[in-house]
């Protein structure tokens, strides 16, 4: 995220302000999909206009007709997009730059967004381009007759058809094992399917070198397969990144603590030599003993400042259940009153990162507000951490002036997770640099209530031991935006989140809402946790 200074802000018509306050959040991202779809728009049109107007395919589009300028214009654009979607997962690149002035223009932490968006590109041109071949082969059949060739024939046993059919399902096993609902119940599906891009690269590699369709003058085979040209640079990049990161996974990492939180987390702590991280940083954890090609983001829960890493593991998938049993934690009602048994040795893992994400912006702004839903107060448990080590060691904290933490959760239990962190960050007396609010969504039972009641008081909230108290609901972001327009006027405030989707849509809103671009105005600059 980037903002400027608001020192040199000057009064503007309303027009301009709207406009203004709309480049803070949603500008950026709007002018780059903007010029994605123009750019292949354009493309199409001026490669379907080349190929009608060329008299090196005239005899095919004699018999074709438009069939085939649309099926070549449609390949274009799945050449063009294909050049494109690799460049989005090479994180190591990604993280290096979004440190960089090049992020002011163009918003890396989207990147997964992008890769989306790439993709169903893709599955749009491949849609057009099969259907325009469709057409193409029942025209060849009709033109020749069957007894010569059919369109199936052409369809399956060509070079083309038969790589092509190939391709198209490679690519439709990708997305719909990618699909949210699909990924999140069964992320191995996912992470195995698509892992057959390497199928679907290769069958693009051959889809065009069968010289099917001839030209009538020059080279009859107009120049060759054209779909290495448009790969070669990202496909590179990446074959050179994922070997430096099985390079880097592959130094001697070990697991030196274990520690089971309630609600079905678990803390590992890891040693990694030469492993340099900053606040907010995120990993992909391997273990080979459980599964050897799967690798999960975590966000790390660890300071730079700390001679270890760590990440904070919700115990829900089938992955983090057994890498949790390797680990001798048990969780479930069948465990409880039980001692777990301690295993013998502690599994070996690879790490492969740390990446850059939005949260690492925190000390680029005056203000920052931390808002994390459940497990995803992790990145913000590493930026506190961060805060507390620097405010120990007299060290700069850049801009930063003010947070605000906000954490919402589901379980009373959850709180426990960094009960210790956030009570000793109270204890240091930052003299009103951090406010914490914790927010309890779920219910209590009866003797919870009781509980609460019993041993509340002014000093010590009864569920988080806290001296700031818990409050009960959902966040009223209207109220609490109110608020930070009217203690922080004239100021750029940064707003991190990790957490559900809906959450940080209310979330998003609110800061779009309540930007004001004005001489005297806040800003607010969203960032979203994006792995």
């Known amino acids: 995220m980037h903002h400027e200074s608001t020192k040199g802000r000057s009064r503007k018509s309303q027009l301009?302000?709207?406009?203004?306050?709309?480049l803070v959040n949603e500008a950026p991202k709007h002018v780059w999909l903007a010029l994605w779809i123009i750019a292949q728009i354009t493309y199409f049109v001026q490669s379907y206009i080349q190929l009608v107007n060329s008299p090196v395919t005239a005899s095919f589009f004699t018999v074709l007709s438009h069939g085939l300028p649309i099926a070549r214009s449609s390949a274009n654009l799945i050449n063009f997009n294909c050049a494109i979607i690799l460049f989005t997962v090479c994180r190591s690149c990604i993280s290096k730059l979004r440190v960089t002035f090049i992020n002011r223009y163009i918003p890396f932490d989207k990147s997964k967004t992008f890769h989306i968006c790439l993709g169903w590109a893709i599955v749009f041109w491949s849609f057009i381009h099969c259907a325009a071949h469709f057409y193409n082969f029942y025209a060849v059949e009709l033109a020749l007759g069957a007894k010569t060739i059919t369109s199936i024939q052409l369809n399956l046993l060509s070079g083309p058809g038969a790589t092509g059919q190939v391709i198209t399902i490679c690519l439709f096993l990708m997305v719909t094992s990618a699909m949210e609902a699909v990924r999140r119940k069964n992320f191995e599906l996912f992470w195995f399917s698509h892992h057959l891009f390497i199928v679907f690269f290769g069958g693009m590699l051959m889809h065009g070198s069968f010289c099917l369709i001839k030209g009538d003058i020059g080279d009859v085979c107009r120049g060759g397969p054209t779909f290495w040209k448009f790969w070669l640079a990202s496909g590179v990049l990446y074959l050179l990144e994922r070997v430096w990161c099985e390079i880097i996974g592959g130094r001697d990492t070990y697991i030196s603590k274990v520690i089971q939180h309630p609600s079905n987390v678990v803390e590992v702590q890891i040693i990694k030599p030469r492993c340099v991280s900053k606040a907010g940083q995120y990993v992909y954890l391997t273990c080979p003993e459980i599964a050897g090609f799967e690798r999960h983001p975590f966000t790390l829960t660890s300071s730079p400042n700390e001679e270890f890493i760590s990440v904070h593991i919700r115990v829900v998938g089938d992955w983090t259940k057994a890498f949790g049993l390797r680990l001798g934690c048990r969780f479930g009602r069948q465990d409880q009153g039980s001692v777990p048994d301690v295993p013998?040795?502690?599994?070996?893992?690879?790490?492969?990162?740390?990446?850059?994400?939005a949260a690492e912006d925190v000390f680029n702004y005056e203000v920052a507000v931390l808002v994390g839903a459940g497990i995803g107060v992790t990145p913000f448990a590493s930026i506190l951490k961060t805060?507390?080590?620097?405010?120990?060691?007299?060290?700069?904290?850049?801009?930063?002036?003010?947070?605000?933490?906000?954490?919402?959760?589901?379980?009373?239990?959850?709180?426990?997770?960094?009960?210790?962190?956030?009570?000793?960050?109270?204890?240091?007396?930052?003299?009103?640099?951090?406010?914490?609010?914790?927010?309890?969504t779920g219910k209590l039972n009866s003797n919870e209530i009781k509980n609460?009641?019993?041993?509340?008081?002014?000093?010590?909230?009864?569920?988080?031991?806290?001296?700031?108290?818990?409050?009960?609901?959902?966040?009223?972001?209207?109220?609490?935006?109110?608020?930070?327009?009217?203690?922080?006027?004239?100021?750029?405030?940064?707003?991190?989140?990790?957490?559900?989707?809906?959450?940080?849509?209310?979330?998003?809103?609110?800061?779009?809402?309540?930007?004001?671009?004005?001489?005297?105005?806040?800003?607010?600059?969203?960032?979203?946790?994006?792995?």
């Open 387 to 440: 805060i507390w080590y620097r405010f120990k060691m007299a060290d700069s904290l850049n801009k930063l002036k003010k947070v605000y933490f906000i954490w919402i959760c589901r379980d009373k239990e959850a709180f426990e997770w960094f009960q210790d962190l956030l009570l000793t960050i109270e204890e240091e007396n930052m003299q009103g640099f951090l406010e914490i609010r914790t927010y309890l």
């Open 344 to 357: 013998k040795s502690l599994p070996l893992i690879k790490i492969d990162g740390p990446y850059g994400s």
């Open 16 to 22: 301009r302000l709207r406009f203004d306050s709309y």
């Open 452 to 531: 609460v009641v019993i041993n509340n008081d002014e000093s010590t909230d009864a569920i988080t031991g806290l001296r700031s108290q818990t409050l009960f609901g959902r966040p009223n972001w209207n109220s609490i935006f109110q608020d930070f327009v009217f203690d922080h006027r004239g100021t750029d405030v940064g707003v991190f989140f990790c957490g559900p989707k809906a959450v940080s849509m209310s979330l998003h809103q609110a800061c779009n809402k309540f930007t004001d671009a004005g001489k005297d105005g806040t800003r607010f600059f969203y960032g979203k946790e994006n792995f």
